[in-house]
């Protein structure tokens, strides 16, 4: 599928183009943006060269030509190899580039690369939240740190994704995203239990999930999540692994605060115990699946339940 460029259009790098990346590597081809995209998957690659982008040979060719560069990587670790590694991308970055991390990372590790970038590079955070539907649909929450003129020099090309919400200095954008994501692990966690009590007491599970929606227990997690523990995938579009992974992250976070965070640790908790059973490769909604499990009841509900990969 080819689309129109507009080569007055900042040249951009994509770097990571898998359940999150492919999506919004393909919104910025058919926004008319030059771009050049990198991944070690050749079929995910593949996937964003058949709409247009132009496939890099590595991350340094990816990065070499780019006025911006993205990175939408699954893990810190993975950053750090790809930047800072043999080779590294951070240095084949021109003067006046602009390197925007996606990635749910962690603040000191953007802070130790970004001292790392040749001169004239700038270096920004901007992890994301919204999940796959949100990227195919530019309809992410971006957040992102940095200086004033990074943030507004990225600023246009990142709209075409979502919502932009410049929350700081760099590295505030992965606090900011940790804290969504820090809720979001605490509701994923109780949803199920409310399920489980209302299911044990005689409710029907439409009936509950409708008062629930209608009520004060509505959230994010009732609207947009409930439906793949009805539906029974539990969403794997997000492993156990990379919940365990963004936990750790908070619970880093957590030592900069003195109070106890009883919630965030039970949250931590029932993650963890789903992912003993099922595995690190099992769906994130695992957590419910569990409680299903040890409560001997169904959280299955009839409907046309469209995963959220396909809407």
Known sequence: MNQTTNTSKPKIGFLGCGNMGGPMCIRLVQAGFQVTAFDISEQALQRVV????????????????????????PRPDHVEAVMLGNNGALESLK??????????NRKDLIEAIAACAPHGVQVVDC??????????????TLFIGGDVDAVARVTPVLTHLGLVIHCGPRGTG??????????????????????????????ELGTLWHAIKESVGDSFVARHDAP?????????????????????LIKELSTNVTASLPMTDAARNAFALAKERYGPNAAELHVAKRI?????ISMRLAGDWTPPWEQ
Not at 55 to 65: R, W
Request: net charge negative.
């Open 228 to 248: 793949s523990i009805f539906a029974g995938h539990y969403d794997p579009s997000f492993s156990l692994d990379l919940c365990m992974k963004d936990l750790n």
């Open 174 to 203: 992965n606090v900011v995203k940790l804290v969504t994501n820090q809720l979001w692990f605490i509701a994923a966690a109780a949803i199920g239990e409310g399920f489980a009590i209302g299911i044990g007491n005689g409710v």
């Open 127 to 140: 992890p994301v939240t919204g999940a796959v539907d949100g990227a195919r649909n530019g309809k992410l």
């Open 50 to 73: 058949d709409y247009g982008a132009i496939a890099a040979k590595s991350a340094t060719d990816c990065a070499t030509s780019a006025d911006i560069f993205l990175t939408s990587l």
């Open 95 to 104: 003067s006046g580039a602009t390197w925007v991390d996606l990635t749910t």
């Open 292 to 296: 299903e499990e040890d409560a001997n």
